[in-house]
């Protein structure tokens, strides 16, 4: 006969999931707003009104298919001489800025897309964020052997990161700026401050 686990059972393993809820949450969470500056940035480098813009960056249905008509516009642009005289740091900043949004991306899609659960650890009663790997899901693979949540939050703080890369990329457009700095990205292990 097989028993089910007790309502006490099903309580603690929940209240050990909250930190991977969260830590999930806010990987998603930051990742959205870093999409938001980027259509706001594909609608600089075009030229389009924001809601405008914006409507035609919506319409794509997946984030790849948006950073590459952001590529393309920033394509385009690099071959009008003016505009880019006005702008000479800008081009190699945004093609800088979604190679490192494309990094984040794998790893973004890892975290949303790999199941996780919990186990004990060792012998202890302590309960572990682990990725699930028997059904053979690549992305819970690519996330053996690391801690779920400090592994998310090092995701969180990359898309943060690229959020005001993005904003200043845009700035510099808008602006008509000679340079721009970019951030010096997160490592893991690193102390947020």
Not at 125 to 144: H, Q, S, W, Y
Not at 157 to 166: G, N, Q
Request: with cysteine; charged share 25%.
């Amino acid at each position: 006969m097989v028993n089910l686990p007790s309502e006490g059972e099903v309580d603690a393993a929940t209240a050990a999931l909250e930190p991977y809820f969260t830590a999930l949450g806010r990987v998603a969470h930051s990742w959205n707003h870093l999409h938001e500056e980027l259509g706001k940035l594909f609608c600089s480098v075009t030229g389009l009104e924001l809601h405008h813009g914006m409507a035609i960056w919506h319409k794509l249905k997946s984030d790849r298919s948006q950073r590459d008509i952001l590529k393309g516009a920033i394509d385009a642009r690099a071959q009008e001489t003016d505009w880019v005289a006005k702008r000479p740091s800008v081009t190699a900043a945004i093609n800088d800025l979604l190679h490192e949004t494309n990094s984040l991306a794998d790893r973004r899609n890892n975290a949303v897309h790999a199941p996780c659960s919990i186990a004990l650890h060792g012998n202890r009663k302590d309960f572990e964020i682990v990725p699930v790997t028997f059904f053979g899901n690549d992305k819970a693979k690519r996330l053996i052997g690391k801690d779920i949540i400090e592994e998310f939050k090092w995701y969180e703080w990359c898309a943060d990161t690229l959020k005001r890369y993005t904003t200043s990329c845009r700035l510099a457009v808008d602006a008509e700026l000679l340079s721009i700095e970019k951030p010096q990205m997160p490592t893991r292990g690193q102390t947020r401050n």
